[in-house]
């Protein structure tokens, strides 16, 4: 029987802390994922007095809810950045995702964080020939711009890290890598908490309101029984950001649910002979599918943008299973043991931003690359909030934007839903003539 719940929260440890929070701290961050336990970390070591609040029980989102994918980069191509942004930042943007993969990953390693953590790589495949050509032609600029471990894969090189017949060809990035979601937020918990931080669940904020500096300078943070007093406030909530604690940021942030399934222990031998390069593996298709083999080398999992728009677990099922069977028709018959959804946080730019609104922080907006950038994003803004006169990241230079229309409840995600949809079917047109040609 299918279990609604993330296949990473199994025989994981909980952490609770039934203290009632201080009355005042140097800094509140409002969310306890990534990005709120990185720079709770930074800050705490620099020593400030900080307090982190979550609404829900702590790693209850999206932290604890992805791929565990470990890569570098953001949905923007490089001509795309260019044209927007000019050469100089669109350079500093493809750095810059760089550098949150290796930030990251060394956060892992030198903290010895028990995540299960593989240099495996990802491939990237190619839906469509055009695809290969395009991602080529990308990859040329990106390393033009910097020396960057990622080559292509021709498809008769295929074999060696997929076995299927469904792609023409990929990119393959060297430095990649995966986690065990729940463990890595687990061990960036204790190292916060070692740091000093102290950290709250079942905590909503539910405002924030900015003093004059006629009376007393800060914020008073406001939940349902407690108010404290602080000096900064830092906003780390991306997909789970709430119209009634922040308009603004409500407006400037999607939040797009994600879907992801595993399957029963099917055995390692099994596994390896479907993904025998052991990769991370992303389509280049619209819908944006996504899988790998668990740590434990047993089982696969999956996960896609089943819909747009809010849907139970139970109603995206049917769309997991179906497109995992389309990339491992073996698979037919295998039972599903888990199956869960979570939000991504989207920016209307595509790109991560590090902002202040009000004398309110905020870092979010990572687009499904959070399990690098958001650690990589929160030691940023942890950093600015030490310096705020210094730009500390190109992150501040792509502005939060929103949309006409657009208060925090995206009703248009339905439409953006059917459009994928739609475009989706006409790839599989172009894939059928591409196949007739060859």
């Given at each position: 029987?299918?279990?609604?719940?993330?296949?990473?929260?199994?025989?994981?440890p909980q952490f609770e802390n039934t203290d009632v929070p201080p009355s005042t701290a140097d800094i509140v961050i409002v969310g306890a994922g990534y990005t709120g336990l990185s720079a709770a970390l930074t800050l705490s070591k620099s020593g400030k007095n900080v307090i982190v609040l979550d609404s829900e029980m702590i790693g209850f989102g999206a932290s604890t809810r992805n791929g565990g994918m470990l890569g570098s980069g953001h949905k923007v191509s490089t001509d795309q950045a260019k044209k927007k942004y000019g050469e100089d930042i669109a350079a500093e943007l493809h750095k810059e995702?760089?550098?949150?993969?290796?930030?990251?990953?060394?956060?892992?390693?030198?903290?010895?964080?028990d995540c299960e953590f593989q240099a495996c790589g990802r491939l990237r495949t190619s839906w469509l020939p055009k695809d290969q050509v395009s991602m080529s032609d990308n990859l040329r600029?990106?390393?033009?711009?910097?020396?960057?471990?990622?080559?292509?894969?021709?498809?008769?090189?295929?074999?060696?890290?997929?076995?299927t017949d469904l792609y023409f060809g990929g990119q393959f990035y060297q430095d990649h890598g995966s986690v065990h979601p729940?463990?890595?937020?687990?061990?960036?918990?204790?190292?916060?908490?070692?740091?000093g931080a102290k950290v709250f669940g079942s905590r909503p904020v539910i405002k924030v309101t900015q003093l004059s500096k006629l009376k007393q300078d800060g914020?008073?943070?406001?939940?349902?029984?407690?108010?404290?007093?602080?000096?900064?406030?830092?906003?780390?909530?991306?997909?789970y950001t709430r119209s009634n604690l922040s308009k603004y940021l409500s407006r400037r942030v999607l939040p797009v649910p994600s879907f992801v399934i595993t399957t029963v222990d099917i055995g390692k031998d099994k596994v390896q002979s479907l993904l025998p390069g052991g990769h991370c593996m992303v389509e280049t298709r619209k819908r944006y599918c996504y899988y790998r083999p668990t740590p434990c080398g047993t089982r696969i999992m999956l996960g896609t943008r089943a819909a747009m728009h809010s849907i139970s677990a139970e109603e995206a099922l049917p769309t997991l299973r179906k497109m995992l069977l389309e990339i491992f028709p073996s698979l037919e018959g295998v039972e599903i043991s888990h199956c869960w959804t979570g939000f991504t946080g989207f920016s209307f730019s595509q790109l991560p931003n590090l902002s202040i609104n009000k004398g309110v922080y905020s870092a979010l907006g990572y687009c499904g690359n959070g399990v690098a950038m958001a650690p990589y994003l929160g030691h940023m803004a942890a950093l600015k909030m030490l310096n705020p006169d210094h730009k500390v990241t190109v992150f501040e230079s792509t502005p939060l934007q929103t949309r006409p229309y657009y208060f925090g409840k995206p009703w248009f995600l339905p439409i953006a839903s059917a459009y994928f949809r739609a475009f989706d079917l006409l790839d599989y047109y172009r894939r059928k003539r591409s196949i007739k040609k060859n």
């Open positions: 029987m299918t279990k609604f719940t993330p296949f990473w929260w199994e025989g994981q995702a760089n550098a949150s993969l290796a930030f990251t990953t060394n956060l892992i390693t030198v903290n010895n964080i600029k990106l390393k033009a711009i910097e020396d960057f471990n990622s080559k292509m894969i021709g498809p008769g090189m295929m074999p060696k890290s997929i076995k729940r463990k890595f937020h687990y061990g960036l918990l204790k190292l916060a908490l070692e740091a914020f008073d943070v406001l939940t349902p029984n407690l108010k404290i007093h602080c000096k900064q406030v830092l906003m780390a909530t991306n997909g």
